[in-house]
């Protein structure tokens, strides 16, 4: 514990009482003091600016700014430091201005930059000698700037009423100019005069406007002197950046300078100029190198760029338009460049052989060209789908007829197809063509004959490939799409099957001479043939009679309609050197098992005995006798078979081959069955056009021809001409379902 020393009062005694009185003279200041400490102050602000050390203390320099603040006297020591930093301030800028800058403009910016970093220096330790003034009288005090930003407004106040800010200003930008145009500077010296402009609040009343202007001005004059010189692009795929930028350059050169310019302007902001300068500067260099000379850079810059697949420069060149909004004369010439590429395709002379091809590794460039160039921007997604449904159906039926062809040699066994290990890949591409194509109706009675063909003639080359292709058909266009397609497959599934029960069923005895194999084909899913007459070996017909009543056995009601043009057999025969088996048809293989029996045989008797027509007959004489396998020989010599002709067994045929296949000779009847099933499909879809037409106006009652028009080609899938469209509607009036208005002969009504 605390004792007080002092002795308490005595006990019982009086208490005496403390009396403070007032001082008889107040204390006074000397006479000079106010003069004396400022001008003490004063002195160490001299010895601060040029860098000299201080008569006194930092601390007793401290501590007259106190006192003289405290004794009242705080507006006089800002009123002095700020004419001596005005005095100091002009004394330097204007030794600074008055040097030419003729022969070293860069020593201005440089002195200018060496007296901003002394400046900042000295005003900060000003401000730590003064800083009793600047938290007292400059806080408390409205309209009084603090030290650093008085000291601040000094240097602002004599740029902006001096030409010096100008000058400042121009000296910067032609050191850009000159960094510009490949030469050295001093880049610390730029950043540290655009760090006074940023201190001094002028870089964005004066710097950034004028450095805008004059980076406008620059690149306006480079871009016209290069985009008026441009040459044809060098398709060479060997030819460098650098070959293309030296001299006159094309304009992946060109593109290639431009994206050289914005990565240096970049540069520039992140070294000595305000970030936020960025994002006008660059649009600036866009404007002027990019915006005001697309069309020069598109049109057949661009269709050469895309053929000679130039992928790095369309990235630049899409890049490069983003920014601008040019997107849109972009798209026009992606279009146009699609749609004239492809309708030389169309009109190729080489259609049949190439087209599809062609097509594929087309859309394959395009595709690739759309993922990386273009980024898979989804306006260019749309013109390319466009651009291909316009070109693909300008030959209507063709593309149709040649994919489905093209599906059929894939299938097929021994194409390419069967080694390559990426099928589904393959196909995906070709249902993306299909995708294109609006007649898909005729492209299913097509596919529908050739897969016919091939599961007949088992030349598939595997079902579960041709199920993989009806997946995606059907997921394309709906299970009713493939319905007969895969209605064929399940015959050949369950023929397969009966088959089989058919061999078991049969006696030993009866299969030591023949196999047989029958398949059942329902008439709603395969294509239409005609029935053909042909009187059958006895061995054969037995087979086919014994089949026949099996069928019957099981499927009650049911008659079965052979289609001997249709079927295929194996004969094993016996030749000079050797036995051969000979894959033919079942007319190929009637008339050959008449010369089992004779050596020699006329026309006339094998016509008796097969009961064929000229035309057919002629056609399978003329593959065994004319053709590149001649297994018989006739007389008199010669391509074509007469009726008068005689046939003789060729004993002497060789072949290093075992099995060979002997095709029957073909004929004009492929083009006439194209034909046909072009006028079919042709008669069904008129047939859907009375449908619909029928169905809108019973919908709709009453409506205009044009209105009809319109709202019919929404519901077709297909193309349909106007012409055509009248011709149904009068066939309506004829058959009752609409009449014409009394009034007005366009308007139509609906009968009910």
């Not at 030296?246 to 902001?269: A, C, I, K, M």
């Not at 160039?373 to 693909?392: P, S």
């Not at 069967?418 to 898909?440: C, E, H, N, S, T």
């Not at 895969?486 to 009866?510: I, R, V």
Request: charged share 25%; hydrophobic share 40%; aromatic share 8%.
């Amino acid at each position: 514990m605390w004792a007080s020393k002092r002795p308490g009062p005595p006990a019982g005694g009086p208490q005496k009482k403390l009396v403070i009185k007032g001082l008889k003279a107040l204390p006074t200041l000397p006479l000079s003091y106010k003069t004396d400490t400022l001008e003490r102050l004063r002195s160490a602000v001299h010895a601060i600016q040029q860098n000299q050390p201080t008569t006194q203390g930092l601390e007793e320099l401290y501590r007259d700014c106190e006192g003289l603040c405290l004794h009242k006297f705080a507006s006089d020591v800002y009123e002095m430091l700020q004419t001596e930093l005005e005095k100091y301030t002009r004394q330097q800028l204007l030794q600074i201005d008055r040097s030419p800058d003729t022969h070293a403009p860069a020593a201005i910016l440089d002195q200018t930059r060496k007296f901003w970093d002394d400046y900042t220096q000295q005003l900060t330790m000003v401000r730590c000698v003064f800083l009793y003034l600047d938290r007292t009288y400059a806080l408390q005090t409205t309209n009084v700037a603090s030290l650093w930003a008085m000291g601040l407004s000094v240097v602002r106040q004599h740029l902006v009423e001096t030409n010096m800010r100008s000058r400042l200003v121009r000296l910067f930008i032609n050191e850009v100019t000159s960094e510009r145009n490949g030469q050295l500077i001093d880049r610390p010296s730029l950043a540290s005069i655009a760090r006074m402009f940023i201190d001094l609040g002028l870089y964005a009343q004066s710097l950034q406007p004028s450095f805008i202007d004059a980076t406008r001005d620059y690149y306006r004059s480079e871009s016209l002197r290069m985009i008026n010189y441009l040459v044809p692009i060098k398709q060479s795929a060997g030819v460098s950046a650098e070959a293309r930028s030296s001299g006159p350059t094309d304009v992946p050169g060109y593109l290639n300078h431009v994206q050289r310019r914005l990565d240096e302007e970049t540069q520039r902001v992140a070294q000595y100029l305000k970030p936020s300068t960025k994002s006008t500067l660059l649009a600036t260099v866009l404007a002027e190198l990019v915006e005001k000379h697309t069309e020069k850079l598109l049109g057949p810059n661009f269709d050469a760029m895309v053929d000679a697949d130039m992928v790095s420069d369309l990235t630049n060149l899409y890049s490069l338009l983003l920014p601008v909004n040019k997107l849109d004369l972009l798209q026009q010439n992606w279009i146009s460049y699609i749609k004239k590429t492809g309708l030389r395709m169309m009109q190729a002379s080489d259609l049949e052989a190439t087209l599809i091809s062609g097509l594929l590794a087309f859309k394959r460039k395009l595709d690739n060209i759309l993922s990386i160039a273009f980024q898979n921007n989804a306006r260019l997604i749309g013109a390319l789908r466009e651009a291909f449904e316009m070109f693909i159906n300008t030959r209507r039926s063709k593309p149709a007829q040649l994919i489905a062809r093209h599906i059929d040699q894939c299938m097929r066994m021994g194409s390419k197809l069967a080694a390559d290990d990426d099928i589904d890949d393959i196909f995906d591409r070709i249902i993306m063509l299909f995708r294109f194509i609006q007649g898909k109706d005729l492209f299913e009675a097509y596919y529908r004959r050739d897969l016919a063909k091939r599961l007949l003639y088992n030349k598939t080359l595997s079902t579960d490939t041709e199920r993989l292709v009806l997946q995606k058909l059907k997921a394309e266009c709906g299970a009713g799409y493939t319905n007969r397609l895969e209605g064929m497959l399940h015959d050949m599934e369950l023929s397969l099957e009966l088959s089989s029960e058919f061999a078991q069923k049969q006696p030993e005895s009866a299969m030591n001479d023949i196999g047989f194999q029958g398949s059942v084909l329902t008439m709603a899913f395969w294509p239409t043939y005609e029935p053909m007459e042909l009187v059958l070996p006895r061995q054969a017909e037995e087979a086919q009679n014994a089949f026949t009543e099996l069928y019957a056995e099981k499927h009650k009601g049911r008659n079965l309609q052979w289609q001997h043009n249709l079927g295929t057999c194996l004969i094993n025969v016996e030749f000079n050197e050797g036995s051969k088996e000979l894959q033919l048809s079942h007319l190929q293989g009637t008339v050959m098992l008449m010369f089992a029996e004779q050596n020699e045989l006329t026309y006339s008797q094998i016509q008796q005995s097969t009961g064929l027509e000229n035309n057919e007959l002629q056609r399978t004489l003329q593959s065994l006798a004319c053709g590149k396998f001649r297994v018989l020989t006739k007389e008199p010599k010669g391509r074509d078979v007469d009726t008068s002709d005689t046939f003789h067994f060729n004993a002497k045929f060789k072949c290093p081959q075992a099995r060979v296949k002997i095709s029957q000779i073909a004929t004009k009847e492929i083009e006439k069955e194209s034909k046909e099933l072009e006028a079919h499909i042709h008669l069904d879809r008129m047939y859907r056009v009375d449908a619909a037409l029928v169905r809108i106006m019973k919908a709709r009652k009453t409506l205009e021809h044009s209105d009809l028009v319109t709202e019919l080609l929404k519901q077709l899938d297909f193309n349909v001409s106007t012409t055509e469209i009248k011709e149904r509607v009068d066939t309506l009036f004829e058959r009752d379902y609409v009449r014409r208005d009394d009034s007005n002969p366009s308007t139509y009504h609906y009968i009910a």
